[in-house]
């Protein structure tokens, strides 16, 4: 098992930027696919983009290819999604999750989530 905690998201103007971060703990972080979705109110939960360990890649929706980047720092067990050209259409709540799949984008094949954090951009 493995507990996950987001933080970093706020209030930006469209063309900002901001940096989310994931802290895990309880199990050996390489173990995981990380992944990042994102749900805005009254829309499902989609994906946004994943690294996983197992499979040696990470990806993205083509939503936000080209604009967000997600990296790590193992030594502080941290998945971080760097979210840059940020337009209103990603306001929404984003959400870390760990899974065993690879090459995931699907949130039924992540096993653990963080509460999320909000982020609104404005126009």
């Known amino acids: 098992q493995v507990q996950l905690v987001e933080s970093g998201g706020g209030l930006v103007q469209a063309g900002g930027s901001l940096r989310l971060s994931c802290a895990a703990s309880?199990?050996?972080?390489?173990?995981?696919?990380m992944g990042w979705f994102r749900q805005a109110p009254g829309k499902e939960r989609e994906f946004v983009g994943a690294?996983?360990?197992?499979?040696?890649?990470?990806y993205y929706a083509d939503s936000v290819k080209g604009r967000f980047t997600i990296s790590r720092d193992n030594a502080k067990n941290t998945v971080f999604l760097q979210m840059n050209s940020l337009k209103p259409e990603d306001t929404a709540v984003y959400y870390c999750?760990?899974?065993?799949?690879?090459?995931?984008?699907?949130?039924?094949?992540?096993?653990?989530w963080g509460q999320g954090t909000q982020v609104t951009v404005s126009s």
């Open positions: 999750a760990a899974g065993y799949t690879s090459s995931s984008r699907s949130s039924r094949e992540f096993a653990y």
């Open positions: 690294f996983s360990w197992r499979g040696g890649n990470t």
């Open positions: 309880g199990r050996t972080f390489s173990t995981y696919t």
